[in-house]
Nanobody, 119 residues
Framework: QVQLVESGGGLVQPGGSLRLSCAAS????????MGWYRQAPGKQRELVANSPSGGAMYYADSVKGRFTISRDNNENTVYLQMNSLKPEDTAVYYC?????????????WGQGTQVTVSS
């Protein structure tokens, strides 16, 4: 099996920055994509950014120009650099990986990390 372990959330003032990290541990045969979702209270989970292997990165319109997704393929790790944070970015951020761990491809999720943007 595979586990995704996230880190880097916290409390930051508007205009500040945070960097989230997510590392996949266990046997990864093929990593198809890694990305980040978020869920604010009372709202549905939404895709923030995605990095498919060999494909174009995707960003939600609300974060374009402020967030940057990157990967370390050797370490099966994905990062989310968040700049110019706004109160509306407050949410629980979840790491996602779509990968084959030897029994076919499927989605894996991190435990979630809280990001709070407030003065």
């Amino acid at each position: 099996q595979v586990q995704l372990v996230e880190s880097g959330g916290g409390l930051v003032q508007p205009g500040g920055s945070l960097r989230l990290s997510c590392a996949a541990s266990g046997t990864v045969v093929t990593m198809y994509s890694m990305g980040w979702y978020r869920q604010a209270p009372g709202k549905q989970r939404e895709l923030v950014a995605n990095s498919p292997s060999g494909g174009a990165m995707y960003y939600a319109d609300s974060v374009k120009g402020r967030f940057t997704i990157s990967r370390d393929n050797n370490e099966n790790t994905v990062y989310l650099q968040m700049n110019s944070l706004k109160p509306e970015d407050t949410a629980v951020y979840y790491c996602n990986a779509y990968l084959n761990y030897g029994s076919g491809p499927r989605d894996f999720w991190g435990q979630g990390t809280q990001v709070t943007v407030s003065s």
